[in-house]
């Protein structure tokens, strides 16, 4: 068990000693822990441009010894990947303190996924696209996808939602038509743009109702068609 101890020792006198005063030699002995376990944290989010030095990092963190039970250790980040100016995510990690008597044998750190958000500021232009008539909207082939820039400069892919928006597939001409964005939860966007399309029904195609009967063609033997 972790602790520490007191060893004491019976002193063994020759004949020429005498030990009238009772003393008592002894040993004091500190039992380390060892750190088997660090907490799982939580995510941190931050806005766009928030310094390493004002992330809101805890200092300590509580950890479990080979005896099962826990204490709290403090801990040092290191920020050396964080990069306030771009988006995304960062798993730092953090040294952990230790005391005389604690052990960290198999060198294990603190963990924190610190999460800054980007804002979409821009949507790429999409493609004026046709339709034939009659295609109901759900079939109608329309990109699945658009270019979107965010406030930190980078440019990735957003997903797309197309609305029907008045579509009628069995009135020719055009149709403006929008798209919600789709993207997961450390993207905002705060103007709500949306991506947009004109899409065009073609008109209704002409049926043949007739064909004329062509004239006789009466060729000699042997001429090659």
Do not use: C
């Amino acid at each position: 068990k972790a602790g520490t101890y007191r060893i004491y020792a019976t002193l063994v006198l020759t004949e020429i000693h005498a030990n009238p005063a009772e003393f008592e030699a002894y040993l004091d002995l500190y039992a380390q822990r060892n750190v088997i376990e660090v907490e799982k944290l939580a995510e941190v989010t931050v806005d766009l441009n928030t310094a390493a030095a004002a992330l809101p990092l805890i200092d300590t963190v509580r950890v479990t010894y080979h005896d099962h039970t826990t204490g709290l250790l403090n801990v040092v980040w290191d920020k050396s990947t964080y990069v306030s100016s771009k988006g995304g995510e960062y798993l730092l990690s953090g040294s952990l303190e230790l005391g005389d008597l604690v052990a960290n044998t198999n060198v294990l750190e603190a963990e924190i996924k610190v999460v800054i958000r980007k804002n979409i500021v821009k949507v790429t232009a999409i493609a004026d696209q046709t339709t034939a008539y009659g295609t109901e909207f759900d079939l109608v082939e329309l990109p699945e996808k658009v270019e979107v820039t965010f406030d930190d400069t980078t440019v990735d892919h957003a997903g797309i939602e197309w609305q029907e928006d008045g579509y009628k597939a069995f009135v020719s001409g055009p149709y403006n038509l929008t798209g919600k964005l789709l993207y997961d939860d450390a993207i905002d966007n705060k103007d709500s743009l949306q991506a947009t399309v004109l899409l065009t029904v073609l008109p209704r195609p002409l049926n043949v109702l007739s064909i004329a009967v062509m004239d006789t063609l009466k060729v000699k033997y042997g001429v090659a068609l």
